[in-house]
């Protein structure tokens, strides 16, 4: 029986594993862990196919430690107590690790019973869930362990263990053929996996599976054959991503534009594509960008549908994007918050904005008071309405004014009461508020 293709290209090697650089790019915290070869309990936490288990394996092979795993969904204390009882055995002089997948499915009592056999370092337990592990795992299994969050897999990253899976694909099955794939092809797989990457190899071994050689002998995988193994009808994705661009473009701006049925609309085109990653990003920035302070609860509404979406996967995460997209439609606008930032940064480029003043450098530290930094500070709790005048901004730019009260309910109503507050000193832009 042939192994999966997912299997045969499993990375063994960190700098093989795609995406999951803020784990495992150079200097990063769970890079350093394993490069160090000190390795803690660790909780892997996140979707499936993001390669949770390929760096468990990875983790074992540099250690020298022989990797039992297990599956919390049939598993038992006993399967571990059997494991256990190969500790100090010539079999396992340095320890065990244990890959427990799925650990959200054991219950208190079985999650209880692993410290006995966590506590004394014998086994390394690396445990992994698609569940939020601080609302499913045992507080003590928790507090003895690090949790490491993978996130979903870019389509660009989907694509070069793609393009791994073509040159295996090839050597297996057509040596000396002349193998052919379209670059859209691999798009469309890439973007409808969903972020996972084992989906994504399932597609291109299916898609492989089901080409046949022409009467030279040549093999080409098309689009067509593409969507038929990802059972998707493709929206364009051309070599340059115009069309997938042009499409996020499209959301946004009804979004923007107040528009809740087309903004549904071009939703619907990114879930049929499988592009979960790029939607819940953009989401995410208009939320801010375009919603901002006209209604702030937005972001934290916005940033709990997103990580549902990313945790039901597709269907299911249809429905808690689409309750984002709607709340965002329908919501009051307002980018002050991009507008300031974007013009504070535009003086950065121009020209040099001059040194903070003294009274606000930091003075908690011995030899501050000769710098005469923080003297003449101004705590402004210690004032009525806890504000008192006080420039803030280098000399160079004293009078600038980067934020702009927009104009709804909720940035009017700062607006006025600031104004009170703050009387002559307060400040806004000509012509704005």
Not at 15 to 32: C, I, M, N, S, W
Not at 58 to 84: F, P
Not at 241 to 246: C, E, I, Q, R
Request: glycine share 6%.
């Amino acid at each position: 029986m042939r192994t999966p293709l997912a299997d045969r290209i499993r990375p063994r090697t960190l700098d093989e594993v795609v995406g999951q650089k803020h784990l495992l790019g150079e200097d990063k915290l769970l890079r350093r862990i394993i490069e160090n070869n000190e390795i803690p309990n660790m909780i892997f936490y996140g979707p499936s196919g993001t390669g949770k288990t390929t760096v468990a394996n990875i983790i074992a092979e540099r250690a020298g430690r022989t990797l039992h795993r297990l599956n919390a969904t049939t598993a038992s204390v006993a399967d571990i107590r059997q494991i256990a009882s190969s500790l100090d055995s010539l079999l396992a002089p340095e320890g065990v690790m244990l890959y427990l997948d799925e650990i959200q499915h054991f219950n208190k009592k079985q999650q209880q019973s692993l410290l006995e056999f966590i506590e004394n370092g014998k086994i390394t337990l690396i445990a992994s869930t698609t569940e939020n592990p601080y609302f499913y795992i045992y507080n003590a299994v928790l507090s003895r362990s690090i949790v490491f969050e993978f996130k979903q897999i870019e389509p660009e990253e989907i694509k070069k263990a793609l393009e791994r899976g073509v040159k295996i694909m090839t050597e297996e099955l057509y040596r000396g053929c002349n193998v052919e794939v379209e670059d859209d092809a691999l798009l469309h797989i890439a973007h409808t996996a969903g972020g996972d990457v084992r989906k994504a190899l399932n597609a291109l071994e299916a898609s492989f599976f089901s080409a046949r050689p022409d009467g030279d002998g040549n093999i080409k995988l098309t689009l067509e054959m593409a969507e038929q193994a990802t059972q998707k009808k493709a929206m364009r994705y051309d070599r340059d991503g115009d069309s997938h661009y042009d499409v996020l473009s499209a959301f946004q701006k009804s979004i923007r534009g107040s528009d809740p049925d087309a903004a549904v609309h071009y939703l619907a085109r990114l879930v049929a594509a499988g592009d979960l990653p790029s939607i819940c990003r953009r989401l995410l920035v208009i939320a801010s960008e375009d919603i901002g302070l006209a209604y702030p609860q937005a972001a934290s509404i916005v940033k709990a549908c997103v990580d549902s979406a990313q945790q039901l996967g597709f269907p299911e995460a249809r429905i808690p994007l689409a309750q984002a997209v709607i709340l965002l439609a329908t919501a009051p606008k307002s980018n002050s918050a991009i507008c300031a930032i974007d013009e504070a940064l535009a003086d950065l480029e121009k020209s040099d904005p001059g040194d903070i003043p003294a009274y606000l450098k930091d003075s908690h530290y011995s030899g501050s008071v000769k710098l005469g930094h923080g003297l003449e500070y101004k705590y402004p709790h210690s004032y009525p309405d806890h504000y008192t005048p006080q420039q803030y901004l280098p000399d160079k730019l004293a009078d600038k004014v980067y934020y702009c009260f927009g104009k709804n309910k909720t940035e009017l109503a700062a607006r006025e009461y600031w104004k009170h507050i703050k009387g002559n000193d307060f400040k806004e832009k000509k012509g704005d508020g």
